[in-house]
C-alpha cells in the first residue's frame, strides 16, 4: 500500500534557525513527489514538484530534495511568516488514469522571532 | 488568473441533512478532484472527475458523490450527514488529471454537521 510519512509532526524554531523537514514514501513507480503549504483554515499552497532522485528545486528560504525514499524540505534562515503545516504528497496510481493525492500528516512548524 | 474557487466557505448543517459544495477550477482546467481534511486522518482523496465523468474514487460511503459539467465546474454532494462528516473540504484542479500533474487547491470548504 502506497505510504507517505512525515516526520517531525512539529517543529519549534528560532528565527533564522536553519532545519529540514522529512518526507518518507513507499510507492512503487514514483511520479512526482509535491510539498505544499497550509496556513490555518486556508487551502494548500503548492509549493515544488519533484519528479526523480537527485532533483533539487528552490523557493526563497526553502529548498526540496528527493531521493529514492524520501525528501527533504530544508529550510534556512527562517522568518515568522514562514509558520505553517507543511504536507508532502505522492499521486496515486489506480489504473483509471486519474490519480488522487496521497498526502503525510503534514510537518506543523513554528519560527519563533 | 483566478484561482479555484469553492462556495460557500463555511457551513453549518445538522446530522441527516443532506449538503451540496461547488467548486470552479482555474480556467483551462478539466480536471477536478475532491479531498476531506480532519484533524485525525488529514487530507484524504474523496473522486476526480475529467470531462464530466467520475475516474477514481476514494474510499468513502455512497453517501458521498459528486459530478461535473460541461464548464468544469464540479459540485459534491453528501447525503444523511453525520457528525464524522465535519471536516474542510478542498477543491483541487489540474490541467488533465494526469499523474504528476500539479494540483492547484481551493480555499475550502469548512464543514459543521451538529
Known amino acids: 500500500e502506497d505510504q507517505v510519512t512525515q516526520s517531525p509532526e512539529a517543529l519549534r524554531l528560532q528565527e533564522g534557525e536553519s532545519s529540514s523537514l522529512n518526507c518518507s514514501y513507499t510507492v512503487s513507480g514514483l511520479r512526482g513527489l509535491f510539498w505544499y503549504r497550509q496556513d490555518p483554515g486556508k487551502g494548500p499552497e503548492f509549493l515544488f514538484t519533484l519528479y526523480s532522485a537527485g532533483e533539487e528545486k528552490e523557493k526563497e528560504r526553502l529548498k526540496a530534495t528527493l531521493t529514492k525514499k524520501e525528501s527533504f524540505l530544508h529550510i534556512t534562515a527562517p522568518k515568522p511568516e514562514d509558520s505553517a503545516t507543511y504536507l508532502c504528497?505522492?499521486?496515486?496510481?489506480?489504473?483509471?488514469?486519474?490519480?488522487?493525492?496521497?498526502f503525510g500528516k503534514g510537518t506543523h512548524l513554528i519560527i519563533q522571532p | 488568473k483566478a484561482g479555484v474557487t469553492q462556495t460557500p466557505r463555511y457551513l453549518i448543517k445538522t446530522r441527516g441533512q443532506q449538503v451540496t459544495l461547488s467548486c470552479s477550477p482555474i480556467?483551462?482546467?478539466?480536471?477536478v478532484s475532491w479531498y476531506q481534511q480532519t484533524p485525525g486522518q488529514g487530507l484524504q482523496f474523496l473522486f476526480e472527475y475529467f470531462s464530466e465523468t467520475q475516474r477514481n474514487k476514494g474510499n468513502f460511503p455512497g453517501r458521498f458523490s459528486g459530478r461535473q459539467f460541461s464548464n468544469s465546474r464540479s459540485e459534491m454532494n453528501v447525503s444523511t450527514l453525520e457528525l464524522g462528516d465535519s471536516a474542510l473540504y478542498l477543491c483541487?484542479?489540474?490541467?488533465?488529471?494526469?499523474?504528476?500533474?500539479?494540483?492547484?487547491f481551493g480555499p475550502g470548504t469548512r464543514l459543521l454537521v451538529l
Open positions: 483541487a484542479s489540474s490541467l488533465l488529471g494526469q499523474g504528476g500533474e500539479t494540483q492547484y
Open positions: 504528497a505522492v499521486p496515486m496510481y489506480s489504473g483509471g488514469g486519474a490519480d488522487g493525492l496521497t
Open positions: 480556467s483551462g482546467h478539466r480536471s
